[in-house]
């Protein structure tokens, strides 16, 4: 039996071999282990950037203890209607006590959504505001376009940030840019809903005034001025 194939390149006749079924079965389930192996390391290098703690990785619908399947079932909602949510702009609110499952099953969805394909960032308030203020704000402006364009966004211990105003300010500028994009927002806070509601504080920024630059410098300008003066040492070595 013929099983092969005849081929003519550059003038010249050749027998080409044809693979047999179970040989083409063979190559078939290499291939796809190969692309398993691929979309497994995708996903993993995806969870250490978009994860920010290990904890957060660590949690998964597979470790539920079953004690509150009701939370369980909406967490696996959220998850399998993870398009309408992102059309609809619908977030999570996990509010409570210390030792409740707030930061684990917003860590469950998070694992589920990296799974299912979806865009996820991960970390705390506290995280980000100092992300984006460190080495004079160098990476402010990659943090906040993440921020906005990220399929979901949730922030973990909500409200356990610093009370003072630059905190606020910084706070209101992460979920302002949020909610400018009308993209998801899930959060965890150990708070009540009638203090997420009616907070103690106005988070709305200062005018930026004179009077308000000569009591905290802008970070933009302090680095501008950093670099004017390195590049004056530099010309004028001591």
Known sequence: NFTGAIAETLGEVRYVPRNCECMRMMFAEEDAIIEKRKREEEIRQQRITS?????????????????????????????????????????????????????????????????????????????????????????????????????????????AERGTEFSLEQAFEVIDARYGVEKPLIITANLTEEILKNPPSDPTPSPRTAEYYKQRPCARMVMSATKILEEFIQKNPV
Do not use: H
């Open 51 to 159: 994860l920010t703690s290990e904890r957060y990785r660590k949690n998964t619908f597979a470790k539920d203890d079953g004690r509150t399947p009701a939370i369980r079932r909406t967490c696996e909602r959220y998850v399998a209607k993870r398009e309408d949510m992102i059309s609809s702009n619908y977030g999570l609110a996990f509010i409570g006590s210390n030792g409740t499952g707030k930061t684990f099953w917003a860590s469950c969805i998070a694992n589920a959504l990296i799974d299912a394909g979806s865009t996820v960032l991960m970390t705390t308030l506290s995280k980000l505001i100092y992300d984006m203020t460190a080495n004079y704000g160098e990476m402010r402006d990659v943090i906040m376009r993440k921020i906005r364009t990220v399929d979901f966004l949730i922030l973990d211990d909500y409200g």
